[in-house]
Structures are given as C-alpha cells and as structure tokens.
C-alpha cells in the first residue's frame, strides 16, 4: 500500500514538474515574442525618423504606424508611436501643400490677386460698426500672432473669417488659394476655380466652390455641408455633415477623427446647366484613418438616392471652364 501511494505521490510531483516547466517555456516564449515586437516597433520608429529627416515619408509609412498603434503596445511605446505619428502627418501635409501650390492646373494664369485679401464682414444697422470692425481686426490680429503654425494661412490669396448668418459669393482668379474659418450659419459660394481652400472651425455652413485645383483641407467642423472637387481632399475632426465631393487623381478622400459623416457625390449646375465634375468612383472609397478593419466603418457612410443633393455656383468662368 505504501509503494502504491508513493508511487502516485512520485507521478503527481513529475507532472507538477512538467506543467511549472512548460509555463516556464511559454513564459519565456511569450517574453521572447514581446521583445521581437517591441524591438520591430522600436525599428519602425526609427525608420520614420529617418524618413522625416530625408523628405521621402509617405502614407504607407502612416498607415503603418495606426495600425502599430492599434494593436497596443506598451503605453511607453504608444506614446512614441503617436509622436512620431504625428511629425510624420505633419510632414505629409507640409509636402503636399508645397507640392500643390507648385502645380498649375489650368494654364494662363498670370496676375493672381494680391496676398491678404480679405472678404469684408457684411455691413450692420447698429451703429457700433467702428466697434465692430476693430474686434473683427482684433480677432484676425490674434490669430495671426500664433507664430509659425499660421504662416500658411497668412499666405492665402483670399481670406473669410469670423462671420455669422454671412450670405456671399466671392469672386476670384483662378489659382487663388482660399482660407474659411470661423463661419457660423453662412453660406459661401467660390466664382472661380482655387488652387488650394484650407476650412477649419465651420459650423451649420454650406460651402460652394468650382473644381479645385489641388487640395482641400478641412479642421474641426460641425455641419458642414460641402459640395467641391479636387486632387485630394483631407478632413479632420468632422462630424455630422455633409461632404458632397468628387476626387480626381491618385490624392483620394482621407478621413481622420470624423463621426457620423455623409459622403456624396458632387453634383453642381450654373444657370441651370450642369457644371462639368470629375465623374469617378473615387469618393466612394475614402480612407478612414481610424478604421482598418473589414467592412464598413461606422464613422461614415454613402448618402442615400433621396440624400444626394444639387448645388448651383455662380459663376462668370463656367464657359471658359468647360473648355479646359
């Protein structure tokens, strides 16, 4: 009996053993895989370094770091991939804008307007108008004192700023950039086909432009309703609005901390003539930077048949248009 028992005691001691021993060499395994991972991340880092300094970081390069992000790394190594996320972003954007203001897409274009050209604010009855125009002065002037982060926006051929319940064509040469920020329940219309329009901070607006040469930049808007075209269209931290678009060229649509967005396509007339718009797919396969998985993300969606919408642009160019 005794024999038996220490024979069973002797069996339960060995596999003890062998599962401390197994969990040892898992341990270790799982250790061993977390070093190459955080040592693959800590390359890619450092790959992205070196991109930056060289001016060759692309998009692929993004992409990669996101989905590194995704798959939670070690809060030390999730901040440096933010960081470097981030500089890689800004060097993308610095790239593309120099890039663009260089390409001409139509031809002829000689006199552009004059730097700084502001859109006025609409006249008042009130008779504070005086009052009113320095603290619509002194809302540019502080804008601009935000230093080098506002340089390009002070470089805009034509600037509407700070407006609320504003109603306005504007006029313009072709190849002008454009800047709308801070627009409250407006509704703008671009006569003219721009080389560039940064928009940031609009909310319950309708923007109404002609093709766009190169780039539209959209920041932190609400409600927006949105009908352009251009090489590539980027928008950041959009919520519930309306982007009513066409896309030509290799730029695509890029998505980035957006919610609850429709994506149409853009559909525009002048005098009741339709306005010729690029007519490929691509808007309908935007990029969204916070959704790689399968399928459809839930930060947007395609407009429906009865959501599509007509726009009509005022325009003096529109034959001159048609012939490019």
């Known amino acids: 009996m005794e024999d038996s028992m220490e024979k069973k005691r002797a069996a339960m001691m060995a596999r003890l ?27 890619l880092i450092e790959d992205s370094r070196v991109e930056i300094e060289n001016g060759i970081v692309n998009e692929m390069t993004e992409k990669r770091l996101v989905e590194a992000i995704s798959l939670g790394p070690s809060a030390y190594l999730e901040v440096k991939l933010r960081e470097v ?11 593309e804008t120099q890039t663009m203001a260089a390409f001409t897409f139509y031809t002829g ?33 502080e804008m601009e004192e935000k230093g080098e982060e506002r340089k390009q926006e002070a470089d805009m051929d034509i600037q509407c ?13 072709d190849g002008s950039s454009v800047r709308l920020a801070h627009l409250d329940n407006c509704v703008i219309s671009l006569n003219f086909c721009p ?10 607006t ?3 432009m002609l093709p766009v040469q190169t780039s539209i930049l959209i920041y932190g808007s609400k409600r927006l309703c949105l009908f352009g075209e251009a090489q590539q269209i980027r928008v950041h931290d959009v919520e519930e609005s309306g982007l009513h678009v066409g896309v030509r060229g290799g730029g695509g649509l890029i998505l980035e901390s957006c919610k609850d967005v429709t994506i149409g396509k853009c559909i525009l007339t002048s005098s009741g003539e339709p306005v010729p ?3 490929g797919e691509e808007w309908r396969k935007p990029k969204d930077f916070d959704w790689l998985a399968e399928g459809q993300s839930p930060n947007w969606r395609e407009a429906s ?19 490019s």
């Open 17 to 43: 053993e062998g599962r401390g021993k197994k969990a040892a060499e898992t341990k270790q395994a799982s250790k061993a895989s977390r070093d190459r991972e955080e040592r693959s991340l800590e390359e």
């Open 85 to 95: 996320l981030a500089d890689v972003r800004k060097a993308i954007l610095e790239r």
């Open 109 to 141: 274009i000689k006199n552009p307007p004059p730097r700084g050209k502001v859109v006025p604010p609409p006249p008042s009855d009130d008779s504070s108008d005086d009052v009113d125009e320095e603290e619509e002065e002194g809302v540019d002037q």
């Open 161 to 173: 700023v700070a407006h609320h319940r504003y109603e306005e064509t504007i006029e313009g040469e």
């Open 195 to 204: 080389s560039t329009v940064h928009m940031e901070a609009l909310t319950d």
């Open 206 to 208: 309708t923007v109404i």
């Open 277 to 279: 718009i690029h007519e």
């Open 305 to 323: 048949e009865e959501e599509c919408k007509v726009a009509d642009v005022v325009t003096r160019s529109i034959e001159k248009w048609k012939k």
